[in-house]
Nanobody, 117 residues
Framework: QVQLVESGGGLVQPGGSPRLSCAAS??????????MAWYRQAPGKQREFVAG???????NYAGSVKGRFTIFRDNAQNTVYLQMNSLKPEDTAVYYC?????????WGQGTQVTVSS
């Protein structure tokens, strides 16, 4: 089954601009046909949608990150990215990659992003 592996998290200072990556492998069909998304889960909170990009590269964002985060994909590398700018302490969370290959969806193991000075 599809495997998603996130990377790029860590400790970041407020205002920082890290980039998360999510590499897909063991794809049955084609990565090009998959919708991809990033979610996050802060301590004590439910997992929430952050950003998504469809197979046709249409994007959408949660209101809390719109204008600060950018999601984009590189189909040649089977990878989706999340460029995060102007990070705030409230962005601290485990960030998860989700791949949707209808009717199935797949999750990565998550990468921790901690925003702190």
């Amino acid at each position: 089954q599809v495997q998603l592996v996130e990377s790029g998290g860590g400790l970041v200072q407020p205002g920082g601009s890290p980039r998360l990556s999510c590499a897909a492998s063991r794809i049955i069909g084609s990565f090009n046909n998959m919708d991809m998304a990033w979610y996050r889960q802060a301590p004590g909170k439910q997992r929430e949608f952050v950003a998504g990009v469809t197979s046709t590269r249409r994007t959408n964002y949660a209101g809390s990150v719109k204008g600060r985060f950018t999601i984009f994909r590189d189909n040649a590398q089977n990878t989706v990215y999340l460029q995060m700018n102007s990070l705030k302490p409230e962005d601290t969370a485990v960030y998860y990659c989700k791949g949707i290959d209808y009717p199935n969806d797949y999750w990565g193991q998550g990468t921790q992003v901690t925003v702190s000075s």
